[in-house]
């Protein structure tokens, strides 16, 4: 059983930056690509980014290039989020998910495509 806990969240103003962390349990992180998602309130969870297995491929969603970008440690089984010029409407929940296998890019947005989630991280960002 694998789980996933994040942590970073937190009430920031709008331009401020935060680091989110989803530390994993196992021994197999480094066999999956790993992905941030995030939901507001009313809202579907949306993709935010995606990291491969090694970190050397990155996607992301177009709301956040540019001012996101994602990492991974894999010899401390942990994917990292960093979130610069944060708007208001970048709150959300965010959450880390372990990819199925394999996926291709246009797989790699589709929550159906990721088989283990955290409990989610609360980021709010104030005007």
């Known amino acids: 059983q694998v789980q996933l806990v994040e942590s970073g969240g937190g009430l920031v103003q709008a331009g401020d930056s935060l680091r989110l962390s989803c530390a994993a349990s196992?021994?197999?992180?480094?066999?999956?690509?790993m992905g941030w998602f995030r939901q507001a309130p009313g809202k579907e969870r949306e993709f935010v980014a995606s990291?491969?297995?090694?970190?050397?491929?990155?996607y992301y969603a177009d709301s956040v290039k540019g001012r996101f970008t994602i990492s991974r440690d894999n010899t401390e089984n942990t994917v990292y989020l960093q979130m610069n010029s944060l708007k208001p409407e970048d709150t959300a929940v965010y959450y880390c998910?372990?990819?199925?296998?394999?996926?291709?890019?246009?797989?790699?947005?589709?929550?159906?495509?990721?088989?283990?989630w955290g409990q989610g991280t609360q980021v709010t960002v104030s005007s």
């Open positions: 196992g021994r197999t992180f480094s066999s999956y690509a």
């Open positions: 998910a372990r990819a199925r296998g394999t996926l291709i890019r246009s797989e790699l947005e589709r929550t159906l495509n990721y088989d283990y």
């Open positions: 990291i491969s297995r090694s970190g050397g491929s990155t």
